[in-house]
Structure formats: C-alpha cells, structure tokens
C-alpha cells in the first residue's frame, strides 16, 4: 500500500476554483494509477478522475471540462484541478492508489488498495 496524504480542500461559492493535492509517500507511487473520488452525504463514492503513469486521464462527465487531473512524479503529488465549482461538487474528496499503472476501471472504487484520508470541499451558492 502507499500511504496517501490529500490537502487544498475548502469553501467556495458558485464559479470558484480549488486545488486539491494528493501527497504519496513511497517512491512506488509514480508506479501507481491515482484517481480521485468524492462522496456526498447520503450517496456513494464516485470516481471522479484518474490518470495512469502513462499520463492518461479519466473523467466522470459530470466534471468533464471544469476539473483537470495531473501529476508530478518527482514530488510524487497528483493535483485536481477545479474550476467552475458547483454546490452538487460539495463532498469529500478522496484519492486513492490502484496497484498497477494502467487504470483499469478506473470508476470501480474496489479497485483502488490504497486510500488517503479525504478533504472537504463545500461550494456554496
């Protein structure tokens, strides 16, 4: 498992932005599909993004052209971009590691064997 450390969560109103940062700390992490997730109260967890080590990106539609995945393998940090923030964004986030690069099914929580602690992020109208 790689210990993931997530940050950059917050409040903002409708139409603002946040960064949210998931730290790694193990070298395998660069090794690592990362993807991101987040959960309402009262619903489930949803994928939200991912990128492989290749540098592939995935997206739920709902935050498709608002919310930009990336990483930097030398700090071993992966960053969500988000912007044009809704209040249906309002959530916790979550990053999480699968144990391959590839992504596969990159939506399928159960997929992912290693999981940060989450972060708030409220979008308030």
């Known amino acids: 498992q790689v210990p993931l450390v997530e940050s950059g969560g917050g409040s903002v109103q409708t139409g603002g932005s946040l960064e949210l940062s998931c730290a790694a700390s193990g070298y395998t992490a660069s090794s690592k599909c990362i993807g991101w997730f987040r959960q309402a109260p009262g619903k489930e967890r949803e994928g939200v993004a991912a990128i492989s080590t290749g540098g592939s990106t995935y997206y739920v539609d709902s935050v498709k052209g608002r919310f930009t995945i990336s990483r930097d393998n030398a700090k071993n940090v992966v960053y969500l971009q988000m912007n044009s923030l809704k209040p249906e964004d309002t959530a916790i986030y979550y990053c999480?590691?699968?144990?391959?690069?590839?992504?596969?099914?990159?939506?399928?929580?159960?997929?992912?064997?290693?999981w940060g602690q989450g972060t708030q992020v409220t979008v308030s109208s």
């Open positions: 999480a590691a699968q144990p391959g690069g590839v992504c596969s099914s990159w939506w399928y929580r159960y997929g992912y064997n290693s």
